[in-house]
């Protein structure tokens, strides 16, 4: 049981988008510093095909992204700085390989079919620069 306290705090919303509960538990119990991005639920089905598994993304490292919401009508990437990069779209799967340039907070936001005029936060990453990993 305290092996299992001293584990960090991971949103249920993070298993919900499908990343491994298995493979996490043995990950975390290899390397209990590691941490885990914050995830939201915006209301309608989405599924990581493929996303970064983990909260910190490095500045100049390229990372795939891929997300089914069959109600989705288009995803970005929302940087530090109010950059928004589209993610590609093909029936309910959108798609894009990332190369972050900015420090700072990253969320990926998805527009869906009842959620209005607005982009809702999916998951949110912290990008550091090569550097500042410490």
């Known amino acids: 049981m305290k092996i299992f306290e001293a584990f960090p705090n991971i949103d249920n919303e993070y298993f919900k988008l499908g990343f491994d509960?298995?493979?996490?538990?043995?990950?975390?119990?290899a390397n209990r510093t590691?941490?885990?991005p914050d995830c939201y639920n915006i209301g309608t089905h989405v599924k990581a095909i493929t996303a970064p598994?983990?909260?910190?993304?490095?500045?100049g490292k390229s990372y795939e992204f891929e997300f089914y919401i069959p109600r989705g009508l288009s995803v970005a990437t929302i940087d530090a700085q109010n950059n928004w990069t589209y993610f590609d779209g093909n029936g309910g799967v959108f798609k894009l390989n990332y190369i972050p340039a900015t420090?700072?907070?990253?969320?990926?936001?998805?527009?869906y079919d009842k959620g209005g005029k607005s982009y809702w936060a999916i998951i949110s990453?912290?990008?550091k620069g090569k550097n500042t990993i410490s």
């Not at 509960?21 to 119990?29: A, D, I, L, Q, R």
């Not at 598994?53 to 500045?59: E, G, N, S, V």
């Not at 420090?103 to 527009?111: F, I, P, Q, T, W």
Request: net charge positive; no cysteine.
């Open 21 to 29: 509960g298995k493979e996490t538990y043995k990950n975390v119990y």
């Open 34 to 36: 590691l941490e885990f």
């Open 53 to 59: 598994k983990y909260r910190t993304l490095l500045i």
């Open 103 to 111: 420090e700072g907070e990253l969320k990926v936001s998805a527009k």
């Open 125 to 127: 990453y912290l990008v």
